[in-house]
C-alpha cells in the first residue's frame, strides 16, 4: 500500500468561510461553531484561511488567530489546513514558520499571483515554503485567479525535491494537466481536485479527494459520492454529481465566496458579507439559489447557531 505524505488530510476538505460580526471584526465564536458544523457533516479536514476564507482582506494576526480558534474547535476530529502562502516567498516563508507553534497539520501555498512567476521561480518559492516547515506543504493552484499555471512538470518536482511537498489543490480545470500529475506524481503524493464541478471527473482520472466550496451545505453527499466511486458504483455516484450540478453552478455564479457566505446566512450562520473589495449578493441569484438551499435548512438547528 502506497505510503501517504499526509495521511492525516484526509480527502474531503471544505475550504472554510471566515465569519465577521458587526463591526466587521473575524467573529471566532462563530467560526468555532461553524468549524465543529462542518466536521459533524463529514468533512475530513477544514482549509482555513484560503481563498474561499478571504484571506486577501485578512492581517497576519487575523489569520493566526482564526488557525488557533480553528483548531482548538475541531481538534483531532479533523485536519486544519492553514493558508499561509502569498505572492511574496519571505512573507510566506514567515507564515509558514509561524502556524507550526499553533498545532496545524498542515499549510496551503497558493502560486504567488500578480507577479506571474516563472516555472523556476515557483520552484525556488514553494521551495523555500518546503524547506521552512516540517508540515505537510500542498501547492495550490488556480490560475484564474492568479494569472499563472504552475505546469505538471514542476509540481512533480518540487515532490521529488521536498518531501513535506505532500500535495496539490489543483483548479485549473484542465484535464489534460490532471492526468499528467497523476501519471508521473511520486508514490503518496496527494492530488485533491479544487473545483465543485470537477469532483467526479478527477476522481475518475485518479484524483484523491476535493477542497470544496460547496461542501459547506452538502458534505454527506460528497462522502457518499466518495464512498460509491471507491466502490464501483460509479452511476450511483455520477447520480449524486448531477444532482449537485445546480447548486454548484449558483454557487459559483458570481465571485466566490459571495454565494456560499450568503447561502450559510440563509440558514442561520451569522456570517456577516463579505469583506470589501468584495460585492454583495446579487438580488436574482439570491431568488436562483434559495429554492436549492431546501434539502438543507433541517440540517443547521438551533443547538448548532447556540454554539452546542
Not at 464541478?197 to 476535493?210: E, H, R, S
Not at 458534505?219 to 449524486?240: K, P, S, V
Amino acid at each position: 500500500m502506497t505510503a501517504l505524505r499526509a495521511p492525516k488530510i484526509g480527502a474531503l476538505l471544505t475550504a472554510m468561510l471566515t465569519p465577521f460580526d458587526k463591526r466587521g471584526e473575524v467573529d471566532h465564536p462563530v467560526a468555532a461553531r461553524l468549524a465543529r458544523y462542518l466536521v459533524d457533516e463529514g468533512n475530513h479536514g477544514l482549509v482555513v484561511c484560503g481563498t474561499t476564507g478571504e484571506a486577501p482582506a485578512l492581517s497576519d494576526d487575523e489569520k493566526l488567530a482564526l488557525f488557533a480558534t480553528v483548531k482548538d474547535a475541531v481538534g483531532d476530529r479533523a485536519s486544519v489546513i492553514a493558508g499561509t502562502g502569498g505572492n511574496n516567498t519571505r512573507h510566506s516563508v514567515e507564515m509558514t514558520e509561524r502556524v507550526r507553534a499553533i498545532g496545524v497539520d498542515g499549510v496551503l501555498a497558493v502560486v504567488p499571483y500578480y507577479n506571474k512567476p516563472t516555472q523556476d521561480g515557483m520552484l525556488a518559492h514553494f521551495g523555500a515554503i518546503a524547506s521552512a516547515t516540517d508540515l505537510p506543504v500542498i501547492v495550490y493552484n488556480v490560475p484564474v485567479r492568479t494569472g499563472a499555471n504552475i505546469l505538471p512538470a514542476t509540481v512533480v518536482e518540487l515532490a521529488r525535491r521536498h518531501a513535506t511537498i505532500a500535495g496539490v489543490k489543483e483548479s485549473s480545470g484542465d484535464c489534460a494537466q490532471f492526468a499528467e500529475i497523476v501519471r508521473t506524481r511520486p508514490e503518496g503524493f496527494r492530488f485533491w481536485v479544487g473545483d465543485d464541478y470537477m469532483f467526479l471527473p478527477a476522481l475518475a482520472l485518479g484524483a484523491d479527494g476535493l477542497v470544496s466550496v460547496a461542501a459547506h451545505l452538502c458534505a454527506r453527499e460528497y462522502r457518499d459520492l466518495l464512498a460509491r466511486f471507491r466502490a464501483g458504483d460509479t452511476a450511483g455516484a455520477a447520480r449524486i454529481h448531477v444532482e449537485l450540478a445546480p447548486l454548484v453552478a449558483g454557487l459559483f455564479a458570481t465571485s466566490s465566496p459571495i454565494p456560499v457566505k450568503w447561502a450559510l446566512g440563509e440558514l442561520g450562520f451569522p456570517l456577516g458579507p463579505c469583506r470589501s473589495p468584495l460585492g454583495a449578493m446579487p438580488p436574482e441569484l439570491a431568488e436562483r439559489l434559495r429554492p436549492l438551499l431546501a434539502p438543507f435548512r433541517e440540517r443547521v438547528d438551533a443547538r448548532v447557531l447556540a454554539g452546542g
